[in-house]
């Protein structure tokens, strides 16, 4: 089968959709598929493109199998309303050419963030003749309007207006969690339309190490710590400002430490809110090489998931299934009625706390702190909730089935609708009325 997979982020990005999307193109391939991915020119999280793609319009490269043809994206470090908006413009037009100049794909997985790509995917459809299959990891406007990052009213318009077309001229829509099916349901997707799939963990790549020997605890001076781990985007929406003031709580407990892991932007942020608060508990470092992630999670005793209370309840964070994976116990300072506190709760791997609430937070982990075999309790129903529930194999077989069923139906219309067109022609021909069928 030839799989074309449409997304803004892939590989060399190393947080949110890029890996996800890398492990599913990669896999998808080992399996004997033909796969190749339109994307642009990496810039994730830092929003500056990486130094070897900076100057071009567009790359094609070759990674383990997977063809990836980038193009160039208008993006700035700190972008206002209009950049975003030429952010989107342009990988919508720059990368419809090297999607159109390829092969022709049987099936087409698209992402989403970025919702405009919804114009290039159906019309790629619609030439191609083959099915849209759209992948919501994150639903907008709904997300950027619940927490104030959209008010222009125009724009929350043309916004709305792009998310029904998607909707409507997407195949079938997959969806990583349960949040998902009941907002679209009650915007009118059929449920016939809607297959859930939620994101995953290679739980081969990803898996439980011991703490000691570890390199990470090594180089950092953790030997002997309590290590509180948060590794991923910093945003807004996570509030870590919070994370900061509970360990700023603990201070008086020297081995407790903080690990902040991200970019150089939100760390120079975090950096003055430990200043500030007096929190010289927070080790704050940068991004690690993708390669060494399994032993940064293994470095830790609690693995952070941080979100604020203006958070839609829907949203999903991806962190989730990798912490669980690597045998952590998990502390989520998310909303309790969230699509996160409920994936929490039901691995029985950790535990939920308010969100934006520094105490309870440091309550939390000072609990965990202190009954060292709870900890070993969560971690193990962690591990084991994500093998049977997230693990990566599972995935790759649905979405692989999916593609199945949806090239096998097109297999099964196709030669009908020919047939129809044929006899249509013949009737034209001998002269016989036609009555269009509506």
């Not at 759209?134 to 950027?144: F, G, K, V």
């Not at 003055?272 to 993708?290: I, K, S, W, Y």
């Not at 998931?305 to 999903?316: E, L, P, R």
């Amino acid at each position: 089968m030839r799989i074309l997979i449409y997304s803004y982020n892939y590989y060399p990005e190393p947080i949110g959709i890029a890996p996800l999307m890398t492990e599913l193109a990669e896999g998808l391939v080992k399996r004997g598929h033909q796969v190749r991915v339109v994307t642009a020119m990496p810039n994730y999280p830092e929003r500056r493109i990486y130094e070897n793609y900076r100057g071009k319009w567009f790359v094609s490269e070759y990674k383990n199998g997977v063809q990836i043809q980038r193009s160039y994206v208008w993006i700035r470090p700190q972008p206002n309303l209009i950049d975003r908006l030429l952010l989107d413009a342009s990988f919508v037009l720059t990368s419809f050419f090297p999607a159109i100049a390829g092969w022709r794909p049987d099936v087409i997985l698209s992402t989403s963030p970025s919702l405009p790509v919804c114009l290039p995917t159906a019309l790629l459809g619609w030439l191609y003749r083959c099915p849209v299959v759209l992948n919501l990891q994150d639903i907008l406007p709904d997300a950027a309007l619940h927490v104030g990052l959209l008010k222009n009213k125009w724009l929350i318009k043309v916004l709305t207006a792009l998310e029904k077309f998607a909707y409507h001229s997407a195949t079938k829509i997959s969806v990583i969690a349960d949040g998902f099916v009941e907002n679209l349901q009650k915007k009118g997707v059929a449920p016939g339309k809607i297959v859930q799939i939620p994101n995953w963990v290679d739980v081969n790549f990803i898996r439980p190490l011991p703490k000691e020997n570890n390199a990470f605890r090594a180089a950092h001076n953790l030997d002997g710590k309590f290590v509180v781990l948060y590794s991923g985007n910093i945003a807004l929406t996570q509030g870590l400002e919070t994370v900061v003031k509970a360990a700023s709580l603990l201070r008086h407990i020297p081995n407790i430490t903080f690990v902040i892991v991200g970019e150089a932007k939100g760390l120079q942020r975090l950096q003055m809110a430990c200043t500030e608060c007096g929190a010289d508990n927070v080790l704050l470092l940068p991004f690690q090489p993708r390669e060494s992630l399994p032993e940064l999670l293994a470095a830790a005793d609690v693995g952070l998931v941080v979100q604020k209370k203006n958070v839609i309840s829907f949203n999903m964070p991806s962190k989730i299934q990798i912490l669980l994976g690597s045998g952590r116990a998990v502390v989520g300072s998310v909303p309790s009625n969230g699509t996160a506190a409920r994936a929490i709760k039901q691995s029985g791997g950790g535990v939920v706390v308010p969100p934006e609430k520094p105490k309870a937070l440091a309550e939390a982990i000072l609990d965990l702190y202190n009954n060292p075999e709870k900890v070993k309790t969560l971690g193990c129903n962690s591990r084991q909730f994500a093998v049977e529930q997230y693990a990566f194999e599972q995935a790759l077989t649905r979405y692989e089935s999916l593609f199945y069923s949806l090239t096998a139906q097109r297999s099964t219309i196709e030669p009908l609708i020919n047939s129809f067109a044929e006899k249509h022609v013949l009737q034209q021909s001998e002269g016989i009325q036609i009555v269009k069928l509506r």
